[in-house]
């Protein structure tokens, strides 16, 4: 027998001022707006159970709140809500669609200071860096209620004559969207956004990491507008119990999920059963190609904006640096001495740049590939070891004659760990870039024009940064090749992915097909 879980009526209400500044009452402020419930069909709702979770603050290892551990039938709820919502919102006037997700842009706008704080007590991320998803993750509000719009199809004569070929696009129906922990307000509103521009409603399930940013989005989305039932966030530490009986609901008509690779394939094979349309974003393994003719001071910027943002916890960070050796060296040295100056410490501190890894996991993982490389044969330069005292810290560091066979060249290593090896040719680069089961993206750095275009050929990877170390845009397809993922996320493609196709055909409407001229 299901339990009913209490409700509180969801406002949309007016946020009170937040002070202007970091500090304990800065933080204490941005805690106290967030809602420690589930979001069900417009309602914030404590657990059927009544079990709650702590979030962790990795900087410091102690809690920022406790919220609501939603259970099996809490995400059947919230699939209810959303099948029970969703011919309204498909229904609903892409005009006010578009208003609704621009006026969520807005209030996301006026309220960046708070997130920002929040997604770095939560996730660790300097501040600065929070800032800065901010403003990405609010261009997928701001590009998807353009797109919103634009929704096309098309009209014409089929080739015989005989009709009119009519094809028509619409909301593929309740979406469960799964977002990772490491860009916890970015990652939502590149799923969210896309899916309410097409019409669909959606159930979110955030990382048990950082669900709080979630949390606080999804009470902005109610502020802006939308209607009961079509968003629902049903944060969990039973995922797998969660998800397996939604995915394998005949209701539910999309998965997106952002995160690893295995257990992508494992919600692929779920997904089967049901014939689910999937998004997949998955894991990465990033080459960085520098060049003997690169712009060094270029190609050192690239690579540690590639490398370091989010403390490198990021799929697209990249992995492997395939250096020249007639540049190598030089290259090893700048990049050397830009990172032994990276201050590490809280995000919330004045000049950051390294925060926190997620856990105490990362920090393990991180240090076991270092280890491994170094046993086999690669030149530690800087960094290399765990950061004492509390929090969840590791030193940048920097690699150098890295060998084949080193665990951190086939693993994704999701920390600050520049790892460099050298080539001689271009097809040495581009065949040791391929070698890897994944392709989410690469990054290259040269002054040959033809190079770069070969370059946009030969590498097996969904997204390429060429001369530049950062590739991400609401505007542009974002999604990998092989084992990093199915479909795209962004640009004109995000919101196909949330629609279906459908192609109508009517007699001529002449009448030439019965022999008559009209």
């Known amino acids: ?32 707006r967030v809602p420690t419930g589930l979001l069900v069909d417009g309602t914030w709702q404590q657990a059927a159970d009544g079990a709650t979770f702590p979030v962790v603050d990795p900087s410091t290892g102690e809690t920022l709140l406790r919220i609501a551990d939603a259970t099996v039938d809490d995400g059947r709820r919230a ?16 005009r006010r669609r578009a208003e609704v997700l621009r006026r969520a842009f807005d209030l996301l ?21 929070a800032r800065g998803e901010v403003t990405y993750g609010g261009e997928f509000l701001r590009w998807f209620s353009e797109e919103a719009v634009r929704i096309g199809g098309s009209y014409g004569t089929n080739p015989e004559g005989t009709g009119r070929a009519i094809v ?54 109610l502020e802006a507008g939308v209607p009961a039932g079509v968003v629902n966030v049903v944060p969990t530490t039973h995922a797998v119990a969660l998800s397996e009986p939604l995915i394998a609901d005949p209701r539910l008509r999309k ?36 060049f003997e003719d690169a712009d060094l001071d270029l190609a050192v910027d690239a690579a540690l904006a590639a490398k370091f943002r989010n403390t490198g916890q990021a799929c697209t960070a990249a992995n492997r640096f395939l250096v020249h050796e007639d540049v190598a060296e030089e290259f090893a040295r700048r990049v050397t ?46 960094g290399g070891h765990p950061v004492e005292g509390p929090g969840t810290f590791y030193a940048p560091t920097v690699l150098t004659d890295v060998q084949p066979g080193s665990e951190l060249l086939r693993d994704e290593i999701f920390g600050p760990v520049l790892a460099i090896r050298t080539f001689r040719t271009e097809d040495e680069a581009v065949t040791a870039a391929n070698d890897t089961e994944y392709g989410l993206v ?55 992915e949330y629609l279906e196709t459908m192609y109508t055909l009517t007699p001529d409407p002449f009448g030439r097909t019965k022999g008559t001229q009209r």
């Not at 027998?1 to 209400?13: G, H, I």
């Not at 920002?116 to 860096?129: F, Y």
């Not at 996320?489 to 995000?494: A, V």
């Open 1 to 32: 027998m299901t339990t009913t879980a209490p409700t509180t009526t969801a406002t949309a209400t007016a946020w009170p001022a937040v002070p202007d500044a970091t500090g304990p009452a800065a933080e204490q402020a941005v805690l106290d």
């Open 79 to 94: 699939l209810d809500a959303a099948h029970a919502a969703k011919d309204g919102w498909a229904t609903t006037p892409p």
């Open 109 to 129: 706008q006026d309220r960046r200071e708070e997130f920002a704080l929040l997604m770095t007590l939560e996730m660790g991320k300097p501040l600065a860096e």
């Open 168 to 221: 028509t696009h619409k909301p593929v129906g309740p979406a469960f969207l799964i977002t990772p922990w490491n860009f916890p307000l970015a990652m939502a509103t590149r799923k969210i956004a896309p899916a309410l521009a097409a019409g669909c409603t959606v159930v979110v399930k955030p990382a048990e990491l950082t669900p709080l940013t979630t949390l606080l989005f999804a009470d902005l989305l």
């Open 255 to 290: 998965l997106s999920f952002t995160g690893s690779t295995p257990v992508g394939r494992t919600l692929l094979t779920q997904a089967a059963q049901t014939v689910l349309r999937t998004s997949m974003e998955l894991g990465g393994n990033a080459p960085f190609l520098v």
């Open 337 to 382: 001495e830009r990172v032994e100056a990276m201050p590490v410490g809280r995000g919330t501190e004045d000049g950051v740049a390294i925060g926190p890894l997620i856990d105490q996991r990362a920090v393990d993982k991180a240090h076991r590939l270092v280890t491994d490389a170094v046993e086999r044969g690669a030149v530690l330069r800087t």
């Open 442 to 496: 690469g990054y290259a750095c040269t002054s040959d024009a033809a190079r770069g275009q070969r370059l946009m050929e030969r590498l097996e990877t969904g997204m390429l940064g060429l001369n530049t170390g950062v590739v991400s845009n609401a505007s542009a397809p974002f999604g990998g090749v092989k084992q990093s993922g199915l479909g795209r996320e962004g640009g004109g493609e995000g919101i196909a």
